[in-house]
């Protein structure tokens, strides 16, 4: 089993900056890659970003591309989600996932956080 639990959700304005941490416990971290997924309210869950076991590979959703930037450390079994000039749009709960390899259908992942609430205001 894999415990995430995700911080650093809140309200901040359009054009703002937030980063979001998921803490893993449980099996040894560096053996999934992680995976960030947003839902809105009446929207399904979509896939935001994701990296590999050792970090050496990125992914990201064309939405968010040059704007959220995925990031691990696994000597403190966490992983992070910056995400910057931050708009309306990216309003939604924001969860953080596990799976041994990464995948983009929400479906493929095992382990799944609480969610954390991020809220842009216009």
């Known amino acids: 089993q894999v415990q995430l639990v995700e911080s650093g959700g809140g309200l901040v304005q359009a054009g703002g900056s937030l980063r979001l941490s998921c803490a893993a416990s449980?099996?040894?971290?560096?053996?999934?890659?992680m995976a960030w997924f947003r839902q809105a309210p009446g929207k399904e869950r979509g896939f935001v970003a994701a990296i590999t076991r050792g970090g050496g590979s990125t992914y990201y959703a064309d939405s968010v591309k040059g704007r959220f930037t995925i990031s691990r450390d696994n000597a403190k079994n966490t992983v992070y989600l910056q995400m910057n000039s931050l708009k309306p749009e990216d309003t939604a709960v924001y969860y953080c996932a596990a799976n041994t390899i990464v995948e983009v259908p929400p479906t493929r992942y095992g382990y799944w956080g609480q969610g954390t609430q991020v809220t842009v205001s216009s």
């Open positions: 449980g099996r040894t971290f560096s053996n999934y890659a």
